[in-house]
């Protein structure tokens, strides 16, 4: 056994950052963090349902030589692993989004900057490669193309276009601490207009497919829509000419009661094009669950939380370290797993009753 393993307060896995980060934060913001909508059902499902999932590995295949290195809209990433957007940065840790963009940029994975942070998107992209933009289509649709104008600017690869919040979730842990405003000096800093004045991220109710075939008129960047879990809506997106999907239930922030995003993820995949880019989030915290969601047809995971988590107890080390305790437990899953690489993972290791009928080899 490594004898690094065993040193005493070493973190060896995301509960364990979890932990220290719980140590550190003020309450009322790790509860902003952890929170999730109504009795929080969904997000104590979108764990339960990846601990479900039962493996089948493969054996005396080989595995001596592996790569995790995948490619995600054309930027090779180094695991099949991604930052999803969550909001407000700096109040995790004062180096805020540029500290996450630099620990992404050093485990060479895509971050995913949420519309909400509290760093302006130029400065962030100043940080890593190719990051994508996560947008709330605002009614003001002069303000939203001004958005997508500085992202193309600023070199974002992709757009993610947030499609589950018609209202936003309700979360009572917030209301019961009253948490509703950022605190001194922090704000939603690409929210701030020209005019220097700060507006309110809108919930708009009365977004249609039409909003997503105007932006595709708008915009020469792929779009990713965050929040399908219908296969319908996922007919939909391929049919708009959307670029990939984030199976998402937003962490169990929206619609409490909402499908588990594994459950979900099967019934996506089988819907849209072989090789479409699909990204499944909520409740990873183990390599073992990125080798569950690639097998059910992801491309790759998102994770929110344990980036949070990550920032609180270290800053862009403490991100750094998430990304590579993941990396190192996904490179062991898979080598147990008996692949070589993310492209190799598919219904075959999944335990027979979770896979399609496979004519009596199952
Ligand atoms: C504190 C927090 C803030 C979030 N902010 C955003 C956001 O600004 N935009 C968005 O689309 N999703 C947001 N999300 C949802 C995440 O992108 C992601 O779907 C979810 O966190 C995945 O679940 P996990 O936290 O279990 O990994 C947020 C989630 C959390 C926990
Ligand atoms: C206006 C901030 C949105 C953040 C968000 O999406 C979340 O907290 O889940």
Not at 278 to 297: K, M, T, W, Y
Request: glycine share 10%.
């Amino acid at each position: 056994m490594p004898a690094t393993d065993v040193l005493p307060g070493k973190r060896l896995s995301l509960a364990d950052v979890e932990r220290e980060a719980a140590t550190v934060l003020d309450p009322v913001h790790a509860d902003f963090f952890a929170g999730a909508a109504g009795d929080e059902s969904t997000a104590r499902a979108n764990l339960a349902a990846f601990e479900r999932i039962r493996l089948r590995p493969r054996v005396l295949r080989d595995v001596s030589a592996r790569s995790l290195a995948t490619s995600l809209l054309g930027r090779p990433n180094s695991m099949p692993v991604l930052l999803s957007p969550t909001a407000f940065h700096r109040l995790a840790h004062p180096a805020g989004e540029p500290a996450t963009a630099r620990a992404a940029e050093a485990a060479g994975v895509t971050m995913v900057v949420s519309m909400a942070a509290t760093t302006r998107l130029e400065e962030v992209a100043a940080h890593t490669t190719r990051p994508w933009l996560q947008l709330y289509l605002q009614p003001d649709q002069d303000f939203t193309r001004h958005l997508v104008r500085r992202a193309g600017r600023a070199g974002y690869g992709a757009l993610v276009v947030t499609v589950d919040s018609p209202v936003f979730g309700r979360r009572e842990r917030d209301h019961r601490n009253g948490f509703h405003d950022l605190p001194g000096g922090l704000r939603c800093e690409n929210l701030v207009d020209d005019a220097g004045v700060l507006r309110d991220i809108v919930m708009d109710a009365g977004l249609t497919w039409d909003a997503v075939a105007r932006l595709r008129e708008t915009t020469d960047l792929p779009i990713l829509l965050k929040g399908v879990l219908h296969p319908d809506d996922a007919r939909l997106a391929v049919e708009h000419g959307v670029d990939g999907l984030f199976v998402s239930n937003h962490g169990g922030r929206q619609l409490d009661g909402a499908i588990a995003t594994a459950d979900a993820l099967p019934g996506v995949a089988a819907v849209v094009p072989q090789g479409f880019p699909l990204i499944v989030d909520g409740g990873v915290r183990r390599g073992i669950d990125v080798v569950r969601a690639l097998a059910l047809g992801a491309t790759a995971v998102g994770i929110g939380r344990p980036v949070l988590w990550g920032l609180a107890a270290a800053g862009q080390d403490g991100v750094r370290e998430v990304l590579e305790l993941l990396r190192t437990e996904l490179d062991e899953a898979m080598a147990l797993c008996g692949a070589r690489s993310p492209g190799e993972l598919g219904p075959d290791v999944l335990a027979p009753h979770l896979s399609a009928p496979t004519g009596g080899t199952a």
